[in-house]
């Protein structure tokens, strides 16, 4: 299966703290993808990181990738509130589809 | 921003009803798919649709579901008699090509009582 493992499974910090999630995945892929969902609500697409590139930064949002590891990061700076989601890699292995993994539970305490 | 638009954003059914859940996908998109989330559980891939077909479709997406782009905008997924399992979020999905990032619509909650 390609589907990405989210590590940890929950994570709560306080406002301004730096958040960080790890994702592991199984086999080759061609990019993979960070999501994040509000309770109950849609996934939001944050970032997509090619096969080929090691780091990649969108805002706040830092992601690695560690192909030789099968690996993937997630760090949120400085959060806040609204950053409390639920946060999914998807792995993208150019077969029409995307796995996704179980998710990181991060909650903001203000 | 473009977006991909479902509706409704829920509904319920009784079981063994046909139900038809409606997206609109981005317009120069040409990759649609159906994930689905059942409560508390991974977001799963259902099926992708390509060139008027579908590409892949997985273990779930069984003779009760089928998909449809019945004209140049929408993109839809019947299920013909639903089951209590069929209970969950449904996302729609395009891309303008593979691997070349993916916009969800909201979802549509189904819940079938």
């Known amino acids: 299966s390609q589907q990405g493992e989210e590590d940890p499974q929950a994570l709560s910090i306080q406002e301004g703290e730096n958040a960080t999630m790890n994702c592991s995945y199984k086999?080759?892929?061609?990019?993979l993808q960070w999501y994040r969902q509000n309770s109950g609500r849609g996934l939001v697409h944050l970032i997509l990181?090619?096969?080929?590139?090691r780091e990649k930064h969108s805002g706040r949002l830092r992601v690695t990738l560690d192909t030789s590891k099968k690996s993937s990061s997630l760090l949120i700076t400085a959060s806040r509130a609204a950053d409390t989601a639920s946060y999914f890699c998807a792995t993208d292995a150019n077969d029409y589809k995307l796995s996704f993994g179980a998710g990181t539970t991060v909650t903001v305490r203000a | 921003e473009p977006e991909v638009t479902q509706t409704p954003s829920h509904q319920v059914t009784q079981m063994g009803q046909e139900v038809i859940l409606r997206c609109v996908p981005i317009s120069n998109h040409l990759y649609f798919y159906w994930y689905r989330q059942i409560l508390g559980q991974k977001v799963e891939f259902l099926v992708s649709?390509?060139?008027?077909?579908?590409?892949?479709k997985s273990e779930i997406f069984d003779d009760q579901f089928s998909v449809e782009r019945p004209d140049g905008s929408n993109f839809t997924l019947k299920i013909r008699s639903t089951k209590l399992e069929d209970s969950a979020m449904y996302f729609c999905?395009?891309?303008?090509?593979?691997?070349?990032?993916?916009?969800f619509g909201s979802g549509t909650r189904l819940t079938v009582v």
């Open positions: 990181i090619r096969s080929n590139e």
């Open positions: 086999t080759s892929i061609n990019n």
């Open positions: 649709f390509y060139n008027n077909e579908i590409s892949e």
């Open positions: 999905a395009s891309s303008v090509g593979q691997g070349i990032g993916y916009t």
